[in-house]
Each structure stands twice: as structure tokens, then as C-alpha cells.
């Protein structure tokens, strides 16, 4: 008898920049917005967001990841995205959904902190991407 076998998952890497002055940009309707669409895609990943620019790993599902990188590249809040890694992976890196976002108030030590506890079981691609923003202060 075979055995089933989870199909590969897509891991999907980009950067992108607000299109909304200053750190305008609306973070909780982003969080609900991609929260709600990924929960009924299957999809997780992490976003890192300093309210002018965006990294973030989407995983799931080929064309669940397609149709979630459609929706970013049409959405007016994006601008100058680049794909920086897309390809099949053996396992998920992020098992639940997170996003993390500092705050203008909250202290960038803990956020970095926090960064770095998420990106733990990550591969090493994907966790440098994000560990030299943090390094370089590009907040």
C-alpha cells in the first residue's frame, strides 16, 4: 500500500516598500486582511514590517502561495517588490502563522528578540534575509 506523502511546500520569499508616506502604513489592516486569507488558504509564513517595508515568507500550498503573491503584487499598499527566493521545500519553517511588527513605541531590542526566536528553525536563506535587516538597523 503507498503511502501518502505531504506534497513538497512552496516557500515564497519577497521585499517590498509602502506606497504610503512616512510609516503610514496600516499594519492591523494588513494583519486582518493576510490573517484571514491565509487561514483559509493553508498558508503561513512571517512578516516583518517597519510600516515602510515588508519581508515576508509565505509557505503552503503551489498555487495557494500563487494566488497569495497575486493579491500582494495587485495591492496598491506594495511597491518595488522583488522575489527573492521561491521553491519547493521538504517541510514548513513556520508551523503557525506569525507576523510581527514593532511598534513606534515598543523597544527594538525585544522586536529583534522576538525576530530571532521566530527565525530559529528557519533555513539559513531565509533567516539571513531577515537577521541583516535587523543587524543593520533598517527599521
Known amino acids: 500500500m503507498p503511502q501518502d506523502r505531504e506534497a513538497p511546500v512552496r516557500q515564497l520569499l519577497y521585499i517590498s516598500s509602502s506606497t504610503l508616506p512616512g510609516n503610514m502604513a496600516d ?3 494588513i494583519l486582518e486582511e493576510s490573517q484571514r486569507h491565509n487561514a ?3 498558508i503561513t ?3 516583518w514590517s517597519d510600516g515602510t517595508h515588508f519581508l515576508q515568507v509565505l ?4 498555487d495557494h502561495v500563487g494566488a ?7 495591492d496598491h499598499r506594495h511597491s518595488a517588490i522583488v522575489v527573492l527566493r521561491d521553491e519547493a521545500v521538504a517541510a514548513r519553517e513556520f ?6 511588527h514593532r511598534r513606534a ?5 525585544a522586536y529583534d528578540a522576538q525576530m530571532r526566536r521566530l527565525l530559529e528553525n528557519a533555513s539559513e536563506p531565509v533567516r539571513e534575509r531577515f537577521l541583516n535587516l535587523i543587524a543593520t538597523g533598517e527599521r
Open 59 to 62: 509557505e503552503g500550498e503551489h
Open 27 to 29: 499594519i492591523e489592516e
Open 105 to 109: 513605541d515598543a523597544p527594538a531590542d
Open 45 to 47: 509564513g512571517l512578516l
Open 68 to 74: 497569495t503573491m497575486g493579491r500582494i503584487l495587485s
Open 95 to 100: 508551523g503557525e502563522w506569525s507576523m510581527v
Open 40 to 42: 483559509a488558504d493553508g
